[in-house]
């Protein structure tokens, strides 16, 4: 299709590809990770906005730490608001999307009914296989711990539906720390409940009882920057992302 923007690309087809991929692509490797799953199209217009206000608040300290951000890439709900806002911000940390190849709008290329553009913002995007949603779950995980290469990682979980349980699944088996939004809706809300007490789905509330699970209100920016900050700052750890 023409008119299409899209970031730099690369496709990978084992997970043995992704250092090379990395490498093709300029993503420069060991650097703290943070990895952000959740809501895509059914996030509200109220949720959006009030995520650019507490994503603005750590753009800067995402730089300071010399950290990365992975996330799903396309043009939509979380990844288009943290790509609108590093963009405005004139923020210089990699913003890398991870994308099942049949799942998005490319450059010459006839997409799927229901594909959808990368976001244009994101400073690369790695194409993985597969053609349904969720496909790129398991390769957000393997590509957060490629670019890590042993240093802190941490996944903040925003809004989000049935997708969002199988990202932090991988994240949980990485023995990764996920940080979980509250206030942002749906899945988010659904595994704060469960971590006050409030048990209601059983995914929420395995993912609650996880020991490095931890709940930040949306409305606290300053909390969520020194939750975050307080897993990419801690030097090397063993199983943080590896």
């Known amino acids: 299709m023409s008119g299409i923007t899209a970031p730099p690309f690369a496709r990978v087809a084992e997970p043995g590809d992704v250092p090379a991929t990395l490498k093709e692509l300029g993503v420069a490797t060991g650097r ?3 990895v952000v799953v959740g809501g895509a199209g059914s996030m509200s217009p109220e949720h959006m906005s009030a995520l650019a206000g507490a994503v603005g608040q750590i753009l800067q300290a995402l730089g ?3 950290a990365a951000v992975v996330d799903g890439g396309t043009d ?15 923020a210089s940390f990699p913003l890398v999307g991870v994308a099942a190849e049949g799942t998005v709008i490319l450059p010459g290329a006839r997409p799927a009914p229901d594909a959808v553009p990368l976001d244009p913002h994101h400073t690369q995007v ?9 496909d790129e779950s398991p390769w957000l995980s393997r590509v957060a ?7 802190p990682s941490v996944t903040l979980v925003v809004n989000g539906g049935e997708i969002t349980y199988g990202d ?6 990485a023995r990764r720390p996920v940080i979980v939004l509250a206030g ?4 988010a809300d659904a595994i704060a409940a469960a971590a006050h007490g409030r048990p209601g789905d059983p995914r929420a509330a395995q993912v609650a009882a996880f020991p490095g699970t931890r709940v930040v209100p949306l409305g606290d920016p300053a909390a969520l920057r020194s939750a975050i900050g307080s897993v990419l700052t801690a030097g090397h750890r063993a199983g943080s992302g590896t």
């Open 145 to 151: 711990a490629a670019i890590a290469g042993g240093r």
């Open 64 to 66: 300071d730490w010399g």
């Open 32 to 34: 703290p990770v943070l």
């Open 184 to 187: 942002t809706g749906r899945t």
């Open 168 to 173: 932090i699944e991988h994240s949980l088996e």
């Open 126 to 134: 790695i194409l993985v296989p597969g053609d349904t949603w969720g």
């Open 76 to 90: 939509s709900g979380v990844m288009r608001v943290i790509g609108h806002a590093r963009d405005t911000a004139g």
